[in-house]
Every structure is written in C-alpha cells, then in structure tokens.
C-alpha cells in the first residue's frame, strides 16, 4: 500500500513539473501572433527614430510579424515612460530611447514610473555626445571656448532631460562658460536650428549631426568620450584639451513593460541579436557611424541598475 502510494505521488509529482517546464514553451511558441509596436519617446527623425526604423524590417524578417514605430514626444519622454509603466506585459508593445534619459527624468520631476521594472530585452548600440558648431563659426574647440568666455552662448539640447541634457550641464559646469539652453523634442530640431544659425552651437549623439556634418555645413568640436570615436578619429576629446569631463555613454535598444513572462523576453532577445547580424542592418549601421554594441537581457538590465547612482551624482544639476 505505501509503495503504490508513493508511485503515485512521484507520477502526480512528475506530471506537475512537466506543466510546468511546458508552459514557458508554449507561451513561447505562440508569440508573436500578431504586429509588435516599438515605441520611440521622441519626434520623427531624430537619432532614436531612425534607428527603431533601421532595425525594424530586420525584427520583423526573425520575428515573423508586422513591427510598427510609434512616435510620443512629448515632456521629453516622461509621458511615455509613465504609460509605458502601466501597458499590457504581453510583448507587443516595447520601447525604444536614449538610455539614462529615463533615469534622468526620474531625478528631474515627479513621476510615476521607474526604469529599473522595465524588463530589458537588447540594447544595439552605444554612442557618445558631440558639440557641434556650424561650419561658418569656428573651426576648433579652442575657438568656439574663447568665445563662449566673452559672452553667453545659444545652445541646442535634444529634450529636457535627455542624455544631452545631462552631457551640457556637466561640460557647462567643467568649462566655467554660461550658456542659454534651448530644449527641442529629439536631436532633429535642435541640429536643424544650428544649421538655420538659430543657435550658437548644439550637443547631439554624434549620429544625429551626421549628414549635416556629411554636407559640410555643420562641423564637429568636441568628442565627449574617454577615447576617440573609430567614426570620429579627428575630432579631440576632453583629455587631448586637458580638460576632465565625465561622460555617460548613450544606449539605444528597447525594453518590455514591467513583468514581461521570460520567454517572451527569450523570443525578442533571440530576434534582436539575429537582426543586429543582418549584413543589410550592418550596412545601416555603418551608414551611419554607429557603434554596434549589443547587449543581451541580462546584460542590459544590469547596467539599468548600475546607472542609478551614476546618475544620482549630478541630480543636484538637473535643477539649474
């Protein structure tokens, strides 16, 4: 009697562990069903929108399915963020940014979500801020920093917030300059308004000032970087200047809502790291000047969580 009983609780033990190991294969195994929808948090051809639509096409040849980009500027980005927070984790819906803008905006204002419950999927590349000039008015940073020791400067920053934000102040408060900041929603606006000489000078992802740079009509001054950029062999960094500026590396890649099951994250993992491989997508990156720098799920989140205190040393800024 107590041997069949105890077969019977291994069966019943055995059969429990099967359900369960079979589910995430499941859920796996039916998505997606239908199209994914990456979000970007800023305007339409900015840095972040141009990569969502780069990648795109190759998500949706290892994904099987539709991939829209939706764009929802707006408070530079805080809006999206806090719907973000609270959208359906079922894997359609995901986000792409400028990653710490989020943490940024967290220190900045009130809000009402937090980076760290996001569930990170991939990020695909890794760039550095730029201070661009037009090319009418300097040549050189040494130029462009006698200049803004006489008077007041007009600069351009990609939102309130952004990793621009963050890269002005910090460079603003090393150079003993003062500057006027004027904020656009995404990169787009505030190159465009340097090249109208709307503006004095501008900081941007050195991917966004690119084509402008390309037409000779805006010219690079300054690298924010520990090292030169392979892109950007000729343009100085703060150490060639004897200058020691701290600079955030910006990441781009996309996120899940809070609490997104595993194996969906397994699903759009995998896809990710097969479209970054994409001879076509290398190309587009290489168009570009941007800098492949993948990181898995894992990888990613960890440096969500280790960017906090990065971040929270400079809070004190966000205020001016």
């Not at 562990?17 to 990456?38: E, G, H, N, Y």
């Not at 990648?55 to 806090?82: D, R, S, T, W």
């Not at 980076?115 to 090319?135: C, E, K, M, P």
Request: charged residues 20%.
């Amino acid at each position: 009697m107590f041997k069949r009983s105890a077969t019977v609780w291994v069966i019943v033990l055995i059969s429990g562990l099967l359900v369960f190991f079979a589910i995430p294969c499941a859920q796996s195994a039916d998505f997606p069903k239908k199209p994914v929808k990456i979000i970007t948090t800023a305007a339409a051809g900015g840095g972040e929108d141009t990569e969502a639509r780069g990648i795109a096409p190759y998500l949706e040849k290892h994904l099987g399915v539709n991939i829209m980009v939706e764009n929802q500027p707006g408070a530079g980005g805080k809006i999206a963020f806090e719907k973000f927070q609270r959208t359906e984790p079922d894997g359609y819906s995901l986000i792409t940014y400028t990653f710490p803008k989020s943490i940024i905006i967290e220190y900045m204002d009130k809000v009402n979500y937090r980076t760290r419950d996001y569930t990170s999927i991939f990020a695909w590349s890794r760039s550095n801020q730029l201070l661009v000039g037009h090319a009418d008015t300097w040549k050189t940073f040494d130029e462009f920093l006698k200049a803004a020791k006489a008077k007041t400067l007009a600069g351009g920053l990609s939102g309130r917030g952004s990793t621009t934000h963050l890269a002005g102040l910090v460079a603003v408060d090393e150079l003993g300059i003062k500057v006027n900041w004027v904020p656009y929603e995404g990169a787009a606006g505030s190159v465009a308004a340097l090249a109208g000489k709307h503006l004095d000078f501008t900081i941007c992802l050195a991917t966004s000032a690119l084509p402008l740079i390309q037409a000779g009509k805006l010219r690079p001054l300054l690298m924010f970087s520990d090292k030169r950029d392979p892109y950007f062999p000729d343009v100085p960094i703060p150490k060639d200047l004897g200058f020691d500026i701290t600079s955030l590396p910006a990441i781009r890649g996309v996120q899940a809502p809070p609490n997104t099951p595993a194996s969906i994250v397994k699903v759009l993992e995998e896809a990710c790291s097969k479209a970054i491989k994409d001879p076509a997508f290398v190309e587009f990156a290489k168009n570009r000047k941007m800098v492949i720098h993948p990181l898995q799920a894992q990888e990613f989140g960890k440096i969500v969580v280790e960017a906090y205190p990065k971040v929270e040393k400079f809070k004190e800024m966000f205020k001016e």
